[in-house]
């Protein structure tokens, strides 16, 4: 009688659980279940990463450290998110509610009929806060970039190119800077061009819903670090938490030392860490460029988070124009108590350099008398606490130099591959960018294996590695 054999499965172990290694575990147990053996080695005691909550002592809520948002144009996140049965946790709203403390709110809702990007034209012309001719000179500088190729883009700032296509100081400050700031997490004096108009072509005017705002209905500790959890668990891989992995080894054999000295055997290593933290991980001499990209500027965010005694209106969240607040979200999910009547709200600034200058105190005192212009309605409720959460490696810079720095998913190692947000997949720092440098990654792992690629799930544009790879 013939002995059956069977392959050894490969052992694939990622390192770090962020939605980029998540995403790259998920993509080799959907496209090949059972043919590889993965494991997910995360840091902290849960997954997610920057897309988590912390536990609000006075009430044990989950809080999100900092209201993540998405748009209809994620295509990658939404996908991943329909695969594992969670679909429904990204609450979709197809109309912007945008205040200025000097003019009356104005509702922002593109046309379902309209072909892109026309379907935006009346939805611009209900902005109250700009005049005819700011909204004209918008018109033209949007049709100029949907001409503009990308590559001619390179090197540039957002702020040169909005200026170079007419764009006053009060347009750029008053439309354009209100976008990408949120969007780019980083102040568009500084920010590429080439990203920026990813942010507007693709992501903003591109397709007729690629504008919607997808804001998740429970906290992200929930989504992702325990049901998105399960569900890549439920798959066959692995997550062992409060693992860092300190070293990786390939001589004899390619190998992951963790903080507790285990050494863990691999065919292949994904890194799916943040850009700062592959300095320890990533020596020059198994990537040449590694310091290169370790060193990339980061910008901060910071989240407002207040609690009020009373809920003060209808609205779950808000743009606010031409204050030091930029949105304003409500908390989204039911509270458990009926007779528990107060309110948790959260302001969110990007690129909050200015704001981290001030004193907290003050800072609090200004944002509350912003919200309280913006809705009459709060001049009556009490604010019972603030906390205010900043995170000053929020997301990487998206200058025009970084955009050279950022790396292919695949290096020069058959058996290591990059993933995270910040790799170069064209996107800002970005749920978005993370899932999709997660299926850059495992498609780099199946093309070292010879095995047939993965689908991203749009016809953006990408990186080397998914111009090469990615069928
Ligand atoms: C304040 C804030 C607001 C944001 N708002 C939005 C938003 O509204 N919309 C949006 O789309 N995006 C937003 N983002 C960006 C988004 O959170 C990130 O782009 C995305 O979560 C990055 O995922 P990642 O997996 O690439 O990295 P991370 O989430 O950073 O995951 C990397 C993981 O690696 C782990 N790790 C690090 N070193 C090691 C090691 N040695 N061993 C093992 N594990 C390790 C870390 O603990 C972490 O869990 C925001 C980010 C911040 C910080």
């Known amino acids: 009688m013939n002995a059956i054999t069977e ?11 962020g939605l980029a290694g998540l995403s790259a575990a998920e993509a080799l147990a959907d496209a090949y279940p059972d043919q590889f053996q993965i494991r997910i080695l995360e840091a902290k005691q849960t997954v997610g990463g920057r897309a988590g909550s912390f536990t609000d002592p006075a009430t044990g809520e989950s809080i999100d450290y900092c209201q993540h948002v998405a748009m209809g144009c994620c295509a990658n996140l939404i996908s991943l998110l329909d695969r594992r049965g969670l679909g429904g946790q990204l609450h979709r709203y197809r109309e912007l509610l945008f205040l200025h403390p000097d003019h009356p709110p104005s509702r922002f809702a593109p046309s379902r009929w309209l072909p892109a990007p026309f379907h935006l034209v009346g939805a611009l012309a209900s902005l109250r806060f700009l005049t005819l001719r700011q909204r004209r000179q918008i018109h033209r500088a949007m049709l100029k970039l949907f001409r503009t190729s990308n590559e001619s883009l390179v090197g540039q700032t957002a702020h ?4 170079s296509a007419g764009q006053e100081s009060a347009t750029i400050r008053e439309f354009w800077d209100v976008i990408l700031v949120s969007a780019l997490g980083e102040n568009p004096r500084v920010v590429s061009m080439a990203v920026a108009r990813k942010v507007f072509v693709d992501g903003f005017a591109g ?17 992702f670090g325990r049901e998105l959890r399960q569900a890549i668990e439920s798959m066959g891989v692995s997550v062992a938490t409060q693992t860092a992995v300190k070293q990786l080894r390939s001589d004899p054999k390619v190998a992951i030392q963790t903080q507790h000295g285990e050494v863990i055997p691999a065919d292949h290593v994904v890194v799916a860490v943040p850009w700062h933290a592959t300095k320890g991980l990533l020596s020059p001499e198994l990537v040449p460029d590694a310091p290169a990209f370790a060193a990339i500027p980061s910008s901060p965010i910071s989240g407002l988070h207040l609690w009020f005694d009373r809920q003060f209106t209808d609205q779950q969240h808000a743009v606010m124009v031409g204050t030091i607040s930029q949105w304003m979200f409500r908390q989204p999910w039911e509270k458990e108590s009926d007779q528990d009547q107060s309110c948790y709200y959260q302001i969110v600034i990007s690129a ?3 704001a981290r200058q001030m004193k907290k105190t003050e800072l609090v005192q200004s944002v509350v008398a912003e919200i309280c212009h913006a809705f ?9 606490r603030s906390r205010i959460v ?15 720095l950022r790396p292919a998913a695949q290096t020069q190692l058959p058996w290591l591959h990059l993933a995270g947000d910040w790799i170069e997949t064209g996107w800002p720092a970005t749920m978005e960018g993370a899932v999709l440098s997660g299926r850059m990654a495992a498609s780099s792992v199946l093309n070292r294996e010879g095995l047939a690629t993965i689908k991203c799930e749009d016809g953006l544009p990408r990186g080397r590695i998914a111009r090469h790879l990615i069928r």
């Open 7 to 17: 392959t050894p499965r490969k052992r694939i172990v990622i390192v770090g659980g």
């Open 160 to 163: 040169q190119w909005l200026q």
């Open 207 to 223: 397709s007729v819903g690629a504008s919607d705002v997808l804001v998740p209905r429970q906290p992200l500790a929930d989504l």
């Open 352 to 354: 909050s350099q200015q």
């Open 376 to 384: 009459p309605a709060a001049r009556n409720a009490k604010l019972l």
């Open 390 to 404: 900043t995170d000053p490696l929020s997301v990487f810079s998206v200058r025009p130099e970084v955009e050279a």
